[in-house]
């Protein structure tokens, strides 16, 4: 509530002087890119992105996750209104250590990392922070696509839902906003296309590693062992990386850093919790003609069910060949909810962009 009640009119920081020249400019292409979302994507801005807060020097807050080191279960907590997250936000490096250092002291692979932009699901205004105005204007168009559709759907205790449907929806909507809004500059438009065909090949190798990982959790054999055996598949999959799927990419010097990616079950999930089947998200839209409007009621209408994803395969499925008209109609399936642990008093289930890399 402090950055809501300290935060600024962006009207009076514009003309305050406040901002630096390159921050000005990028604040346009943001105004731009959450009156585009509004008008074109049919996401709810409402009272978003209408103030500005300076965060200094730092970042205005930091997620925390966890996984235990053996498999892919992550930590949870229930958190009140947005049901069951596996992360937790903090708006300070003081109030995240303890949450840190207890996950770690507990045996958790446990990752932590700054945040520059978060959404509050609507439920407050989200502001500008001055961090956002440093990202490139890719990647502020990416943001606020983002952000502005978890306020637009949501679906309690699904965060892998929710997450990778806003990394679809800030990736699709920023290729078209800069088609639509630059058609003078293509070379715009191309380098959102083919920085999403490097992250489609990135994420393509993240889910061979989860895939290699999950078969050797698998096996018959103590958790000791699995802990201590781990590193070799992690180190085979760096090293694919960088043979094989590194030389394919336009930007190779953003993704030399995988030949150093930790050994960590939670940055893993963190990797796949943004990017689960953002094909079914693309299918869905091509089937309804390419429209924002029916897109957003079909997506809407998934974050109702159980399960999003089979109601969305469910819906694909029930629909003619070449057919475009939108219906709503489809299968319910039945889904099991996960225990979790209260969130404590000092954390929040703010929801950004993720631990992936930046064009």
Known sequence: MDIVANAIPIEDALQDGLLTEEQAKNMEVLLEARDFARDTLGLDTQDAYKLYFDTGEGPVAYNVSACVKHAFVPKTWECPIVGTVPYLG????QQ????VNELTAQGYDVLHYEVDAYSTLSFLPDPVFSGMLSRNALSIVETICHELLHRTVWHPNNTTFNESLATWVGQTGAIQFFQERYPDQPEAAQTAIDWYDDMARYNAFIFSLYDDLR???AQDMPWRDKVAGREAVYQTGRDRFMSEVLPLMHRPDSFAGVADLPTNNAWVLANVRYNQDL???EDVHAATGRSWPDSIKVFRAAANVADPYQY??????SRPEGATEFSESASESDAVAEPAEPADAAAAPIHDCGPVPQP
């Open 90 to 93: 903090y708006f300070s490096w």
């Open 215 to 217: 078969e050797f959790y």
């Open 279 to 281: 094909d079914v998200f």
């Open 96 to 99: 995240a250590a303890p949450k």
């Open 312 to 317: 969305l395969r469910d819906w694909l499925a």
